[in-house]
């Protein structure tokens, strides 16, 4: 009786479907964290309106180039050289030209002096443009992704209530069937598990939509965005300035010295006998 040994071709058909398999499961499964500065980066070069606002500035350049291209030589080479029968076409009977230059150009166009003015105003509009559209947008990102992780801290938090609230419901339940509680408290411990589950549901609507926003900024699938809440930069200490801008309005202060006539109100700090 012969045993089935696998062959070389089925070892090989084994191997690539452990290497093709993991690209076949679910987002979740392989979705790595998003940081804070990946997402800004990413919506800075994928985003529609960013890719829009530069292909509008390219356009408006492109009008711009060819419109001054006309105060530039245009030149045109050819020959006359042909077989021809019949009357000729030359003035005067001349032979055709073996080899001609023709060049074209403006020397003094007021209306093509100001459309090109018109067009270089274009372009210079739409960078401006396409530099502030770039930074909303990138601020846009930043503060989706920072809403996001502050909602998904929010929800686990809520989550941890919402346990606690039912563990509570179940003993309140179990104590009114014991006769050792009130159903005062069963009905404040049912409301208090409806509004954590309730507001749970609410933040998780929230989260979705914000997860939304940051998948078109990003141009990632919704299921492969994790925020990173330790990724995000620490706001700058508003306090650091009007501490510093007391320091030296107390440092410019008159102090009060001694010397040996009685106490004098100077603005230095060493004394003269």
Known sequence: MNKWRP????LSTIL??????????????????LTFRQAVELTAG???????????????????????????????????IAYSTGFPLSLEGAAPSIFNVTTQQFLF?????????????QWQASTLAQSELRRQIMLDAALAYVDLSRI???????RQQHDTAARLVRIETER???????????????????QTRMRSAELDGSAMQLRKRLSELTGLPEQ????????IPPLPDAAAPNASQKATDTSSMPKERTNCYGPQWTQSDSTHC
């Open 7 to 10: 062959s070389p071709i089925d």
């Open 16 to 33: 690539l479907w452990l290497f093709i398999l993991p690209s076949l499961l679910p987002g979740n499964a392989l979705a790595a964290p």
């Open 46 to 80: 994928r985003s529609v309106g960013a890719s829009i606002a530069s292909a509008d500035q390219e356009r408006t350049y492109e009008a711009y180039v060819e419109a001054k291209s006309l105060y530039l030589p245009q030149m045109v080479v050819g020959s006359a």
């Open 109 to 121: 166009n007021p209306a093509q002096r100001s459309f090109v003015k018109s067009a270089r105003a």
């Open 152 to 158: 998904n801290l929010e929800v686990q938090l809520l």
């Open 176 to 194: 009114v069937k014991a006769d050792l509680g009130s159903g005062y408290s069963l009905m404040r411990a049912k409301l208090i598990e409806a």
């Open 224 to 231: 492969e965005i994790e925020t990173v809440p330790d990724s």
